[in-house]
């Protein structure tokens, strides 16, 4: 019986079989372009199935595949051919649900696999073992411009950064609910310029959640104003990328620091690339951060045209540099992350900013 599923999945199944029949990652340079002439060589990738973790070990021409008493043997030309149907089938389709063809999933039942997205407990995707002395199967995650991409820094309530009223302005009930009540493509920036406008000033406060705001201590003391900065000035001037956001931040210095740091150190740079980095590899705003690396080890990009890219941690700096000039913030629904609206805590008026963050489409 024929099954639908999203195109994410689709794209994950589409990335595990092209893996396995090339036999090797090629990786991506910091522009988010493919380095055709250096890669990884491929010995084997894990991936969790409906009963645990198989092993797909890639030989000359053939795959070798090992489970829970299972072995089964598959064809690296018909993984490809496959793999080359899967991708024409995510192209072809403009809706977010797609049927499984009968020869895909007649392919599917044959090669056991029962889940086009597996689930781990660690946020990985697939472990990847190459061609080395130490062959330790290091965790990736997926990101597919196929599809819809995950954010790296998800939004939601956790991530907000409360910015406090101030002002020599008293401001009445009726003009916050008038501020409160502007409705727009951008009510988020007008509602700022509406408080401007009153008399009314927005400084930085504090991070909402508190375990959160440990997080970003522990990439400086500093950083919740760095990075509600970068959130405001995302709103107020309409440039969604990081690097540039951060030229404008550059030159406004939100902590203060001398001009040696910020031009001959890159300070600022620094600071959000290594947060950038530490997301990736897991960090998450409602989860104890405690600076020990996690199972992600690196990052698999599908290109629209069906390239994969690989960036791992050994390769730092073009990870950290592709982050950089490839990311942009992201404007979470309002309502439901509780942001973007000024509200009384404790007799003190605060309007909140979400911190959302995700990779560029193009």
């Not at 489970?67 to 899967?86: E, N, P």
């Not at 965790?139 to 790296?152: T, Y």
């Not at 406004?252 to 890159?266: A, G």
Request: overall charge neutral; hydrophobic content about 40%.
């Amino acid at each position: 019986m024929a099954f639908s599923a999203s195109k994410k999945e689709w794209s994950e199944l589409y990335v595990f079989l092209r893996l396995l029949a090339d036999g090797k990652l090629c990786q991506g340079n910091h522009r988010g372009e493919l380095n055709e002439r250096a890669f990884w060589p491929l010995a084997v990738i894990d991936r969790e199935d409906h009963d645990g973790v198989r092993r797909y070990f890639i030989e000359d021409e053939m795959v070798r595949v090992e489970g829970k008493g299972d072995y089964i043997k598959l064809h690296r030309g018909a993984l490809a051919a496959m793999s080359d149907k899967v991708l024409d089938l995510i192209r072809a389709n403009s809706e977010e649900l797609i049927e499984c063809p009968a020869d895909i999933e007649a392919f599917l039942n044959t090669a056991q696999i029962y889940q086009l997205e597996p689930e781990t407990m660690d946020r990985t995707d697939l472990k990847l073992g190459f061609w080395s002395e130490h062959n330790i199967p290091s965790g990736f995650i997926i990101q597919s411009k196929l599809a819809s991409m995950r954010p790296i820094l998800d939004g939601g309530r956790a991530a907000n950064l409360k910015f406090e009223l101030t002002g020599n302005k008293k401001f009445a009930q009726p003009e916050i609910l008038n501020i409160n009540a502007l409705d727009s493509a951008e009510s988020v920036r007008d509602r700022i310029m509406f408080i401007e406008e009153l008399g009314g000033t927005l400084k930085y406060a504090d991070v909402a959640d508190r375990v959160f705001r440990c997080n970003l201590n522990m990439m400086d003391l500093h950083f919740g104003r760095i990075l509600g900065e970068m959130v405001r000035t995302f709103h107020m001037e309409g440039k969604p990328r990081v690097y540039e956001v951060m030229n404008l931040i550059k030159k406004s210095n939100p902590v203060k620091v001398k001009e040696d740091l910020i031009q001959k150190h890159h300070f600022y740079e620094y600071k959000m690339k290594q947060f950038l980095m530490t997301l990736v590899c897991g960090m998450r705003p409602a989860k104890i951060f405690d600076g020990l690396d996690s199972s992600v080890q690196g990052m698999l990009l599908v290109g629209a045209d069906g390239s994969i890219l690989g960036y791992h941690k050994s390769e730092r700096k073009t990870f950290e540099d592709f982050l950089y000039l490839n990311t942009r913030f992201l404007k979470g629904p309002t309502e439901k992350d509780k942001y973007g609206y000024l509200e009384r805590e404790n007799g003190v008026y605060y309007f909140k900013l979400n911190a959302k963050i995700g990779l560029i489409k193009r």
